[in-house]
């Protein structure tokens, strides 16, 4: 199939992008730093550093790991945290001193962190109090030996700071009981790092920046490793892209979706500290009236969301009477965006809701359709610069334009592999380079792309991937589960929602038992909405479950 140029369809975007401008994403903070230095960089309930604060805190929080830790370059550091001030700071200054940052769901059950933590080999962990406890249940069973533990009011200052985080203990109790030996509080280890001085190190493109954690088929989380090099390449991407709706004189961007998540890390942080924005942190999105309350505070510019964020946001009266003057970029990514949410967007704030799509392994955008486009259209747009897109049957070969296929992907955004499966990441990649995405799709004539369906069984809940082998494996510890099958089903409010099909052992099994089991085990996202008792599950003649008979309603 041949490359889709991408001038004819957005004017002013580049076919091509230079993956290789910088040296290592320190590099891009170092040149976004010496050009906006005294540009808020980001915001978060109410507290604000700009960009040269956030170079001095970063570079402080590099020494610690540097200088006070001894840790030598390449070693990864976890950071468990939501969007608060100091996830960039961790972030950032890790990056800089040439380690791996590996991100952490704050959301997991110490069963996944575990997990995590061992795959990925990490000694040491940046963790916010409220999910200590989640921690200390695992460490015995891990290899960390340096943890640091933030507080949510640590970077709001004073009085404020220290009023948030009584609140939050004291009055809320929002944070259950722990101990976690040897532990040095947030604001310590930042002021150990500056009194010791951060030492540069050299970085290479080539270094591992990320091991960001994705599903997989085997019911175990998987670590992609995205290099600087593929980072780069993606705010490469995303910049040229955007660049014609965008001022450098100052941006105000719309964080709700999480750091930790590889959509706000590229799209949110990296590419718009490139062009000296603003960055609005949502630490909690859920709380629709307050994060609406915090729309109003402030003239955004730019909004990125998954369907279901832009659902609730619309359904908000208060949100609806805002004013939406300012708003250029609204991009829904991480899940299929409704056509009814989209036209429901564009009569309240006057924007197309653009649609991007991407995965982990592409770091994460490799489509999005252009912003000239006045209406939602149900594609996932055109490849980004630099990005060949390919529609191949189960041959490997290419099908003619609208045909059905599975999507492929080769760009300079494209992972190095998955972090020690040799033979998964042999299986996800073809002869000449691309990434299979498990997803079947169609090409029109024009280059656009429409996801018409899922090679592979994962569940798309609120835009994080949920894969039905780790549901099944912890409804089957369930003593009263003779055989378990899971799915996914429509919802409305987040997509997809998960739905498990029950042989029962236990004839007095109920929903809610099994319901409560896997709220111990899965985070809340993957926990089943829906519960059916059957008395048998469809096989193969080897005795495979038939997923896709329980989908198509057998």
Known sequence: MDKIWLQSYQQGVPAEIDPDEFGSLGELVDSCVSKYSDRVAFICMGAQITYAELDRLARGFAAYLQTVLKLPKGSRVAIMMPNVLQYPVCMLGALRAGYVVVSCNPLYTSRELEHQLKDSGCETIVILENFAHTLARVLARTAIKHIVIARLGDMLGFPKGKIVNFVVKYIKKMIPAWTLPHAVAFPEALAQGGRAGFTPVPVSREDMAFLQYTGGTTGLCKGAMLTHRNILANVAQAYAW??????ETGDFVITALPLYHIFALTANCFTFIKVGASNLLITN???????????GKYPFTVITGVNTLFNALLNNAAFRALDFSKLKISLGGGM???????????????KALIEAYGLTETSPAATINPFDIPEYNGSIGLPVPSTDVAIRNDNGADVPLGERGELCVRGPQVMKGYYRRPEETANVFTADGFLRTGDIAVMDEK?????????KDMILVSGFNVYPNEVEDVVALHPGVLEVASIGVP????????KIFVVKKDPGLTAEQLIAHCRESLTRYKVPSHVEFRADLPKSNVGKILRRELREGG
């Open 242 to 247: 955007i660049k014609p709706e965008i001022s």
């Open 285 to 295: 999105p859920r709380d629709i009236p307050a994060f609406a309350a915090e729309l």
């Open 336 to 350: 299929a965006v409704q056509r009814a949410v989209a036209e429901k967007w564009k009569q309240v704030t006057g």
């Open 447 to 455: 280059g656009f792309v429409r996801i018409v369906d899922r090679k």
């Open 491 to 498: 919802d409305e409010k987040t997509g997809e929602a998960v």
